[in-house]
């Protein structure tokens, strides 16, 4: 078993609903373990900047219903370079921090692995972000979170839809993956979805004019994901302005309304249990690994496993969205 005196956290990239309650279990489970905590402000930046503080119990109590990141978060275009990052290890040794705790997304992990490898310094992340994208772990803390505040959204919307007969392109969040756009119209009740994952293999607006909305829906929505490959929602309303004049259309772009908002029940437990879990890897001696949740299980996986790979759509649930909005 290792022994850290003192660890750090950090959040960073673009926040994500539950990262509070992460940032509160690692605290606790720290100093529960005899280990003083650090809170950096500002992501990897203020590992360049300094802006550090001592955590106490106190200063995490209250957080866990709370959206967004007490310890803010920013892009760092300095750790992207070896002397940022050597700045940032300087800091590190001047604070007597011994490991570290990223909370965040692709990003935060790459660099994360990139730190860790060229100083040796024991690093555990944990998945942060509503697009689900991270390999390894079944879901990341803020995407149930998120997936509920599309499925209000789109209720509503839904309302407006049917009372003027029109067609709805709702683009939801995502980057190149279509988590949130898939099981977003699923809850939702949408007719379709468009995701990245399947327009590299197919027209999906084709197919979903010519057998779905044409002939059964007078007023129908369908969820897009953010992405240069779906061309986004706006993309895909002028196309069918050109190709299919006779629909009365109209977008709408969620956007960071899809970030905010208190956490989930389930984005509040998950979030502490791996908030727990990544001072039970530290103390296991376990390096450079991501805490994930397979089939409800606490797993560690490698950074370079958890950036790398692509993770997988799961396409039953396509058609479990085609059966269901005829």
């Known amino acids: 078993m290792s022994t850290f005196k003192c660890i750090g956290i950090l959040t960073s990239g673009g926040d994500a609903p539950g990262m509070n309650a992460a940032i509160r279990a690692v605290t606790r489970s720290a100093i529960y373990n005899g280990m003083k905590v650090k809170g950096i402000y500002r992501g990897y930046k203020g590992l360049i900047t300094g802006e550090i503080e001592e955590f106490k119990t106190q200063n995490v109590s209250n957080i866990i219903q709370r959206g967004g990141t007490i310890l803010k978060t920013a892009r760092c275009l300095e750790f992207k370079t070896p002397e940022g990052r050597k700045q940032a290890f300087e800091t590190l040794q ?102 990245p994952e399947i327009s590299k293999e197919q027209d999906q607006l084709s ?37 299919y004049p006779n629909f009365d259309v109209r977008v709408t772009i969620l956007g960071h309304l899809q970030r905010g908002g208190s956490p989930s029940a389930q984005d509040r437990i998950m979030a502490t249990r791996m908030g727990v879990a990544a001072i039970d890897a530290l103390l296991e001696d376990q390096r450079n690994v991501m805490i994930g949740i397979q089939n409800e299980q606490i797993v560690y996986v490698p950074f370079s496993k958890a950036i790398r790979n692509e993770k997988p759509i799961n396409r039953d649930l396509l058609n479990i969205l085609h059966i269901s909005s005829i």
């Open 207 to 243: 197919d979903m004019i010519e057998f779905g909305l044409r002939t059964s829906k007078n007023s129908s929505i369908v969820l897009v994901a953010e992405s240069e490959v779906t061309q986004g929602a706006i993309g895909v309303a002028e196309r069918v302005k050109k190709e």
């Open 94 to 195: 001047k604070e007597e921090i011994d490991a570290l705790v990223t909370i965040g997304g692709d990003g935060t992990l790459t660099g994360a692995r990139i730190f860790a490898q060229e100083f040796n310094y024991p690093i555990v992340g944990l998945p942060g972000t509503i697009d689900n994208d991270l390999f390894g772990t079944d879901v990341t803390i803020g995407y149930d979170t998120a997936l509920n505040t599309i499925m209000e959204c789109v209720d509503k919307i839904r309302d407006t839809a049917s009372s003027h007969d029109r067609l709805f392109f709702i683009e939801v969040m995502g980057r190149d993956a279509g988590f949130l756009a898939l099981n977003g119209a699923i809850a939702s009740g949408a007719e379709a979805a468009i995701i």
